[in-house]
């Protein structure tokens, strides 16, 4: 490279660095800056677990024999540290393009610098610029660049050339000229894959329960517009616990029943899968708490589609005609500003709440912020100890004004969850939907966490499933199993990677985990491979210990224990209950989509086929289930599939 050309690159990139100091100095601008850069990215979470790959295939879980028995555990077993599984990485990624003059093109659009720093970034990011010196940043970029940009190719789309004073973009790209600035991205979160673990490495397996849906319907809703969905928005414990497997009732005083099912693996002889499922205690009406709810709505510009408020308004008043005499409503939203729309309101007055709900129009920004600020301060004012306290988001989690950082937001909630006030994240809506966001309040606001995609799904949320929606029956619930090594030699738990718990706090109650609301059931589903001989084992394959606290405010937790046989495995899974398929069946379509190398070699053909024998006639969304695997396996290319 020629002296020349060296010093133009050279004084190129100092160029961008004063610009960009520039622009982070730039009082005026750094809002919209800020506004602008968190185009979304999927962010990848890699395990560092000391794990034992296998060449083995995969396998899966679920359903239900009877009840074992729950016991109060009072032992104090030692603990053993779990491997970390949510180590996340982002990194943001950008094309950039030096021309032989020493020009930088194309950094974030298409901006350029001048080798004799005469210019500066004409319009990063389309943000208004700042004069430094005579040079500095251009006065005004439009689009993503200067002069627009092809979607995220930076120089490709057009390039830039910075004056003096103005910065400005033409169109001379190879790929075309001016364009208009795309988008903000969906935002999803790749947690990794659970690998196999020697049980003699790492004998416990501790994660927090997890009764949300929104991954399923999130995917269903991609499938039926034709589309796979993206694989960092499948969570197979989503998948699997959108099912019903009428486990039974408790049989004693905890508040929840556990089943234990398990049989060897349709995909690989090798293997077996193991069940683990929690029945959460159904209440009757006359037992359910008085709610006082206050609804958080978005109404900003980015929800005037149809599948967004106007569905969300329709959501509420169905959610609102399920409620009783002593419940209570209250409705704040927030776009540019927030407002209080409805003071709590007894439920009774339907006339009133109704004229509220029909107020709610979109438009403008989105200060998601302000508006969970507000959304709380009138919950606590509306407090009522012993009733169910609760802020219910209805929202595409698309937040570009205020505090736009997740940890702001998440920090906001975290006093009002131990006080005793919950928090439920309603998702609607597509293209710009912000699913980690919307998953992450649940999670800290100790709620749950549903995407409604049409107004099917929205009277099963509000309607048919409401006593669990609104009605928490305990908070803070931890599974750990604990694998006998005599019996077993492996193990992975399949799904529920960002819910994973150190196993030293198991016993520890600062540590946040999930909830479960009245009738809600949780299914967890096992890989393993026995030890040979395993039936001989005198004690038990595994034992099964749960922990959680009352619901409201926050308080002691109690400690039960169930032990499953090894003599309690089936021979063949042609004796394992109909909903134990359906459930393994449901767990591998979600590892088929997400694209887990422990299932690349099935196809969606076999996963239909287990559905197909295992699900109730008359029950849609089982037929559902199968008729969308049916959709990802044509939508992938499979041979001799279509759509049905």
């Known amino acids: 490279m020629s002296s020349t050309r060296t010093a133009g690159i050279t004084l190129a ?12 100095r730039a009082s005026d601008s750094s809002s919209d800056v800020e506004a602008e850069v968190t185009a979304t990215a999927t962010v990848t979470a890699t395990a560092t677990a000391e794990t034992y790959e296998l060449a083995d295939r ?64 004409g319009g990063l990011i389309g943000a208004k610029g700042t004069q430094i010196g005579s040079g500095g940043l251009g006065s005004r970029g439009s689009g993503l660049g200067g002069g627009g940009t092809a979607a995220g190719l930076g120089g490709l789309g057009t390039r830039g050339r910075g004056s003096g004073r103005s910065g400005y973009g033409s169109g001379g790209g190879s790929f075309g000229g001016k364009q208009a600035a795309p988008p903000r991205q969906e935002g999803y979160t790749s947690y990794g894959i659970n690998a196999q673990t020697l049980v003699e490495n790492d004998h416990l397996s501790t994660f927090s329960i997890d009764v ?44 929840f029943a556990v089943y234990m099912e398990a049989a060897p693996s349709p995909w690989e002889p090798t293997h077996h899968v193991v069940r683990v499922g929690l029945q959460g205690d159904r209440l009757d009406e006359d037992d359910r708490k008085p709610v006082r ?8 510009g980015s929800m005037s589609a149809n599948n967004k408020l106007p569905l969300a308004r329709k959501a509420i008043r169905h959610l609102v005609g399920n409620l009783g005499a002593e419940d ?136 048919q499933d409401l006593s669990g929606t609104i009605q928490t029956i305990a908070r803070d619930v931890k599974i750990q199993v604990d694998f006998d090594p005599e019996a077993v030699l492996s193990y992975r738990l399949i799904g529920y990677e960002n819910r994973d718990i150190a196993d030293a706090d198991f016993r520890n109650d600062a ?9 809600h059931s949780v299914t ?21 210990r749960l922990r959680a606290k009352p619901p409201g405010a926050d308080a002691a937790a109690d400690e039960w224990f169930t032990a499953f046989p090894a003599a309690d495995v089936s021979d063949e899974l042609a004796e394992t209950t109909d909903s134990f398929r359906l459930a393994l069946g449901a767990a591998t379509f ?55």
Do not use: C, W
């Open 524 to 544: 967890a589903l096992y890989d393993v491979i026995l030890r040979d001989g395993y039936r001989t084992h005198d004690g038990p394959l595994a034992t099964v």
């Open 58 to 121: 995969f396998v899966e879980i679920i359903p239900a024999p009877e009840p074992a028995a729950l016991k109060k555990d009072g032992s104090d077993a030692p603990q053993v540290a779990s491997r970390e599984n949510k180590e996340r990485a982002s990194a943001a990624e950008g094309v950039a393009v030096l021309s032989s003059d020493g020009q930088l093109d194309g950094v974030f659009g298409s901006s350029a610098l001048d080798s004799d720093l005469t210019g500066g970034i």
């Open 590 to 644: 979600a590892e088929k989509l997400r694209g887990s190398h422990y299932v690349e070699e099935l196809t969606y053909r076999e996963i239909a086929a287990l559905v197909g024998g295992a699900r109730q006639g008359g029950v849609a969304i089982e037929a559902e289930l199968e008729r969308l695997i049916t959709q990802a396996g044509a939508l992938a290319g499979e041979s001799g599939l279509a759509s049905r």
């Open 13 to 24: 990139l100092l160029g961008l660095t004063l610009g960009v100091v520039g622009l982070l």
């Open 293 to 300: 709810l206050t609804f958080l709505v978005d109404v900003s």
């Open 511 to 519: 540590v946040d985990a999930g909830e479960i609301g009245s009738g």
């Open 328 to 463: 209570s409503v209250a409705i704040t939203t927030y776009a540019g500003r927030t407002e209080v729309l409805l003071q709590p309101t007894a439920a009774s007055e339907l006339s009133i709440i109704h004229a509220a709900i029909e107020t709610l129009q979109s438009g403008g920004g989105t200060n998601m912020d302000s508006g969970i600020q507000l959304a709380y301060q009138l919950a606590d004012r509306a407090f009522v100890a012993g009733a169910e306290n609760r802020v219910i988001v209805l929202s595409d989690g698309d937040a570009n004004i205020g505090r736009t950082s997740h940890d702001a937001l998440l920090t906001e909630i975290t006093g009002y969850a131990k006080k005793g006030i919950t928090m439920s994240t309603i998702g609607f809506g597509r293209g710009n939907y912000q699913d980690t966001l919307m998953e992450q309040l649940a999670n800290k606001g100790d709620g749950n966490y549903f995407y409604i995609d049409d107004y099917t799904e929205a009277k099963k949320v509000f309607g």
């Open 212 to 255: 949300d849906t929104a991954s399923y319907t999130i995917a269903r809703s991609k499938l039926l517009t034709g589309a796979l969905p993206p694989e960092a928005a499948v969570r197979v414990e989503e998948f699997v616990n959108y099912f019903d497997y009428r486990y039974a009732d408790r049989a004693d005083e905890a508040p």
